[in-house]
Nanobody, 122 residues
Framework: VQLQASGGGLVQAGGSLRLSCAAS????????IGWFRQAPGKERAFVAA???????YYADSVKGRFTISRDNAQNTVYLQMNSLKPEDTAVYYC?????????????????WGQGTLVTVSS
């Protein structure tokens, strides 16, 4: 599967953005999809994930502010980000895996898209 992330940009604190992760392939519904982010000088970190059965998982730092969803007909996963904070500034990546629901670690995902930059100004 090939993934393409989009939707990043510059937003003021308190604002919103919606990221999209578009995937190729006819078996998109079989994949678990995760979002990760990497801030300058930091390791890539888990943000949110959605399983093929549409269970959702969130990092504590984004719970209540971010919402992950999927549209299998469009082969796309979305990350709605509200109440953005300067500490949310990072490059955001989407990733995919099949198999077990082991989806919160960077090493769990064999397929990655390119990143999209989110910058939140204070």
């Amino acid at each position: 599967v090939q993934l393409q992330a989009s939707g990043g940009g510059l937003v003021q604190a308190g604002g919103s953005l919606r990221l999209s992760c578009a995937a190729s392939g006819r078996t998109f519904s079989n994949y678990h999809i995760g979002w990760f982010r990497q801030a300058p000088g930091k390791e890539r970190a888990f943000v949110a994930a959605i399983s093929r059965s549409v269970s959702t998982y969130y990092a504590d730092s984004v719970k209540g502010r971010f919402t992950i969803s999927r549209d299998n007909a469009q082969n796309t996963v979305y990350l709605q980000m509200n109440s953005l904070k300067p500490e949310d500034t990072a490059v955001y990546y989407c990733a995919a895996r099949v198999g077990t629901v082991q989806i919160m670690g960077v090493a769990d995902y064999p397929y990655w898209g390119q990143g999209t930059l989110v910058t939140v100004s204070s």
